[in-house]
């Protein structure tokens, strides 16, 4: 595998934590970089660990559960278990289950009552900030199923990381099947397998998350009290594992997205040029009145109506989960799902959940500016991706 020196790549926007155009051209070398990587990933993984995922597709608590992964969706679960560990043990502090209820309580209440949404985010914020302990907490030198169940619901409590958890339950009741002392074996591998990620991922991926780690230094001053403090406090490690993950998600639908006969692009809002946007509703979604020339979500509808699909404009991220539910469960309609790299892999998890056929691209830097205050102009997409995307459809009708 090639390794790509960081000093080698200016990126060119350093207000964004992370952006994917070197040298201020487009993308390309990204997914390049990205491919060969995550196939490197894939290989060390499954010399590490595919004994053990054999074991868990075959145990009843797999076979009885709501998923059906591919192995690399597997090793993926481990290595998003591990890396999170790392990251967040020991912060749930006491009573986290206590403190977990009462902000998924508020968090079901701002999503069923949106009049009251802006006053239930800033108490959440608060709440959250307080309770979690997002600056202290003690360190756990030791891993084993209780401290997982508790870092799960601190997780939980976050209401970032939902489809994850989902995925890191399901290996914990795996887990639960299995003799302690192998156990005990099974995670350290896991710890060890994410430290080594960490490092390999910063040498080959570390040029494009560059402002990650400046972007930090003002965020807990920043974003103290706020809602989407979890959210935006991401380390440089979870930027990378979020894309060698979409990177895997992408790889697992591929062959199910291909054989569908309709494509439609979902494109957030944060795209737009023109502050004073003039995209409308039609029955099916909102859509690109083409108002401003030059504006990234008007060059995509086009390439996406010249090859006769469909593009949709998604307003805020917490309105894809709506976005979905007309297409779930099928297999005629593959869905493109466009989004910033902190949430394009829960977003590939969602639709994989919901039985959708996807494939997910990258936001060429952070655009929104609820999230992203820092960050001076709209983002973008890599074209070439969306392209050989499309491609598949143009193919086939011809």
């Not at 970089?33 to 590490?48: C, I, M, P, W, Y």
């Not at 958890?165 to 299995?178: A, D, M, N, P, T």
């Not at 560059?210 to 930090?216: A, E, M, P, R």
């Not at 060059?299 to 779930?328: C, D, P």
């Amino acid at each position: 595998m090639s390794n790509y020196i960081v000093e080698k790549i200016h990126v060119s926007l350093p207000q964004s934590p992370y952006c994917l155009l070197p040298d201020n051209s487009n993308a390309d070398i990204f997914y390049q970089v990205l491919d060969e990587f995550a196939g490197h990933v894939s290989k060390e993984g499954t010399n590490r660990f595919g004994s053990i995922i054999n074991e868990f597709q075959s145990s009843p608590v797999y076979l009885h559960s709501e998923f059906d992964l591919a192995p690399d969706e597997c090793l993926l679960d481990l290595l998003i278990l591990g890396t999170l560990w790392n990251q967040y043990n020991g912060r749930w502090g006491k009573n986290i289950e206590m403190k977990a209820k009462i902000l998924n309580n508020l968090y079901v209440l701002r999503k069923s009552n949106p009049r009251i949404k802006p006053f239930v985010d800033r108490l959440r914020g608060k709440m959250s900030y307080m309770m979690l302990n997002p600056n202290g907490g003690i360190t756990e030198t030791n891993i084993n199923i209780a401290k997982l169940e508790k870092l799960c619901t601190w997780l939980s409590a976050t209401n970032e990381f939902n489809e994850e958890v989902k995925r890191i339950e399901i290996w914990l009741s795996f887990f639960k099947k299995l003799p302690e002392r192998k156990v005990d074996s099974i995670l350290w591998q896991v710890l060890v397998f994410a430290s080594w990620f960490k490092s390999k991922a910063k040498m080959n991926l570390g040029a494009f998350t560059f402002g990650v780690n400046s972007f930090l230094m003002q965020h807990s001053v920043l974003y103290k009290n706020k809602e989407d403090f979890f959210f935006t406090g991401r380390s440089e490690v979870e930027y990378h594992l979020n894309m060698v993950g979409a990177s895997v998600m992408n790889r697992s639908m591929k062959l199910n997205f291909d054989e569908t006969g309709k494509k439609v692009l979902l494109l957030p809002s944060c795209m737009a040029k023109n502050n004073n946007c003039k995209a409308y509703d039609v029955m099916h979604g909102t859509v690109c009145a083409h108002c401003t020339k030059g504006c990234s979500i008007s060059e995509a509808s086009i390439q996406m109506t010249n090859n006769g699909e469909s593009a949709y404009i998604v307003k805020h991220s917490s309105g894809f989960s709506k976005s979905l539910l007309r297409w779930a469960n099928q297999k005629n309609v593959g869905l493109i799902g466009t989004a910033c790299t902190l949430n394009l892999l829960a977003g590939g998890y969602e639709m994989k959940r919901l039985n959708i056929p996807a494939q997910c691209i990258f936001l060429d830097y952070s655009g929104c500016k609820k999230h992203w205050a820092c960050v001076s102009r709209p983002t973008s997409i890599n074209v070439g991706q969306l392209a050989s995307l499309v491609g598949v459809a143009t193919k086939k009708a011809v």
